[in-house]
């Protein structure tokens, strides 16, 4: 038996207690959730996509449960990165845990709005979500193209005092291209995946479950494409990867560790159990022990060929 | 920290068709719950991931009741379970009735159809200040518990109990009056509650559905509009889950 496991991982120079965060929009601003999980536990809370201006998002229904997953069409209701700084980083702040700011925007400005106003504040890193693709304008037309994608990511570079993860869109044919471009535009990190455009119709009402008509497609029943897209975009490019898409337990977790991944992500898991995080954290440091894994980060990439 | 309870199944029967009533035995969920309070139930089929939102019913000790009516696959489950079985259960959730703005006046609880169950704990609480108006299709059910605390009128649709119609219907039938309003039900009913109390100025207060994820107001799935800006969410909606699912008629949009 070893005594002394290390679950520490560092991702473009910032250190992180151990490679557990939460995905972004899953887990509100950390608040709600910190009544059922110790957020000092977490390796990073990442917080719901923020605008330079509230967005109300848009018509209910909004959610709707597939077989192992679920749909979401959101479409990033959020009140605005003033609110964030003014009330949701200080609440993060009393907290021993990374803090991760995940931006969007309608247009290249706003985006680059948003990264200029958190230049002083008290966030780690910043996630710059190119692939929502719950939003008309923005968002996912960043994410589904190389060119657009390398461009927006040098514009919020030049004003983002943080490091910044390009959170990239599974809504792609070729993932390895999107890596490539982020990395290519000075991206620090990139961050996959994000759901998966679907949609579904309810054949008694004959009608759209979603009010969007399409939504994001999250939980188990995308982990394998997410295990996939996250192998081919950590060998496409040198930067520190977080693997997501889902990740419902430890198993999961490590998964997305041997893929490639340098840390995960846990969305839609905590809508299944509150407390899930704290689980998934304990049952990688039993693997390690179970394993006499010393050391978390030899896990990282370490999938035998 | 909060977490799941692993509750024990006291009791599970059939009190109409597909309606149930299932007691469970919990820790600490059925001594804090509120009145129109909810809790989030876990199905075991992992192919189901999230959780059902079901309305608290009623309180004894330890012991709390819900009813529910079987909508699909995630409530069939729940009918399925047997004595002894456990199901894991999040809550109490979300704000539930003002009975302390309720003391010394009388109140009308209007529900209709599967918004009945949940005020069978705020009659519980009001007692002989509340009257219930009941609104079903054509098949009673609870109805003799809710005569154990108030007075009760009832609506059908097929007219073969009570007044022929809605809960509306019975309450100009009756002439009953009130000084608040309580309504759970089906939102075109809600709507017309909403008029009602408009038309009579009284004070009212509605309990929404929504499709939720999380249910402790993180995911912004289950929001409604809101007539003013939420002071939390910085625009025009309100998160039922968080926020309700008990909201004064005038605030929300429906
Ligand atoms: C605050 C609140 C309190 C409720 N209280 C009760 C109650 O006391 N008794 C009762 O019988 N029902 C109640 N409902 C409705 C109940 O949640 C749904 O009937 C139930 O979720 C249906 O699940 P299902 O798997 O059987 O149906 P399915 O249609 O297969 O469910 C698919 C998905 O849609 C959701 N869903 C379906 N119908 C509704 C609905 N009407 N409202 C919200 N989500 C829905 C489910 O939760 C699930 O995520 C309440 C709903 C809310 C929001
Ligand atoms: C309700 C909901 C809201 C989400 N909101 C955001 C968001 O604001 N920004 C973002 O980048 N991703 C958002 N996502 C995507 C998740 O962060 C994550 O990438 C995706 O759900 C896959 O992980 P999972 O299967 O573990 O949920 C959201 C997902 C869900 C289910
Ligand atoms: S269900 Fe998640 S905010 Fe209400």
Redesign the pocket.
């Known amino acids: 038996m070893i005594s002394d496991i290390c679950m520490g991982v560092e991702l473009a120079g910032v250190t992180f207690k151990n490679p557990v965060m939460v995905a972004s929009g899953t887990f509100g601003s950390g608040e709600e959730y910190g009544e059922y999980v110790d957020l000092n536990r977490l390796g990073a809370v990442v917080t719901k996509g923020v605008a330079n201006v509230p967005w109300s998002g848009n018509p209910t229904p909004r ?3 597939t077989c192992g997953g679920m749909l979401n069409a959101i479409g990033l209701q959020n009140p605005g990165v003033e609110v964030l700084c003014q009330r949701d980083l200080p609440f993060l702040k009393q907290y021993d845990t990374r803090v991760i700011v995940n931006v969007c925007g309608r247009t290249k400005e706003d985006y680059c709005q948003v990264v200029e106003r958190l230049a002083g504040e008290a966030v780690d890193m910043l996630e710059i979500n190119v692939s929502c693709p719950n939003v008309k304008e923005g968002g996912i037309a960043f994410g589904q193209d190389a060119r657009a994608l390398e461009e927006i990511t040098r514009a919020v570079k030049k004003y983002a005092a943080q490091p910044i993860i390009l959170k990239l869109s599974p809504n792609v044919a070729n993932i390895g291209e999107m890596a490539r471009a982020a990395e290519a535009g000075g991206a620090d990190a990139i961050s996959l995946i994000n759901t998966l455009t679907g949609m579904k119709i309810d054949i008694h009402k004959r009608a759209f479950a979603l009010a969007n008509k399409t939504g994001g497609l999250s939980g188990p029943a995308v982990k394998p494409v997410a295990v996939r897209m996250v192998y081919e975009a950590s060998h496409a490019c040198t930067l520190p990867v977080i693997g997501m898409g889902g990740i419902q337990n430890a198993e999961d977790a490590i998964e997305f560790l041997l893929a490639g991944a340098s840390a995960v992500s846990v969305g839609t898991a905590n809508f299944h159990n509150p407390c899930v995080t704290e689980e998934i954290i304990k049952g990688i440091e039993d693997y390690l022990k179970q394993y006499e894994i010393q050391d978390i980060q030899s896990l990282i990439g370490a999938v035998e060929s | 920290m909060k977490q799941k309870e692993r509750c024990k199944i006291i009791r599970q029967e059939r009190i109409g068709t597909d ?1 149930y009533s299932l007691w469970l035995q919990t820790g600490a969920i059925a001594q804090a719950a509120q009145p129109g309070q ?1 809790v989030m139930l876990y199905g075991t089929d992992r192919s ?1 991931l ?6 608290i ?1 009623q309180t004894d000790g330890a012991a709390l009741r ?11 489950e729940f009918s399925y379970l047997e004595l002894g079985h456990e199901l894991e259960v999040l809550g109490p959730l ?1 704000n539930g009735f003002p009975i302390q703005e309720a003391k010394g006046k009388q109140v009308l609880l209007l529900g209709g159809g ?1 918004g009945i ?2 005020m069978l704990e705020t009659a519980a609480a009001l007692g002989n200040q509340a009257t219930a108006v009941l609104g079903y299709r054509n098949e009673l059910f609870l109805k003799e518990e809710f005569e154990a605390f108030c007075p009760v009128s009832v609506a059908t649709e097929d007219g073969s109990s009570g007044v022929k119609g809605n809960v509306l219907d019975a309450v100009r039938e009756g002439n009953l009056s009130a000084d608040m309003l309580f309504a759970c039900g089906p939102l075109p009913m809600l709507r017309a509650v909403k008029a009602y109390a408009q038309e009579m100025q009284i004070p009212c207060w509605i ?6 994820a999380c249910g402790i107001g993180a995911c912004l799935g ?1 929001v409604c509009d809101s007539t003013q800006e939420d002071a939390h969410l910085h625009v025009h909606r309100k998160r ?2 968080k926020d ?2 008990v909201f004064l008629s005038t605030e929300v949009k429906l």
Request: proline letters at 13%; one cysteine or more; a positive charge.
């Open positions: 959610i709707a449960e | 309606i909810f189901r999230l959780p059902r939102p079901i309305s019913c819900l009813v529910y009516r079987v909508a699909g696959e995630g409530t069939r979300g599967i169950p949940p309990s929404m559905e929504e499709r939720m289950c039922v889950c309700g699912p």
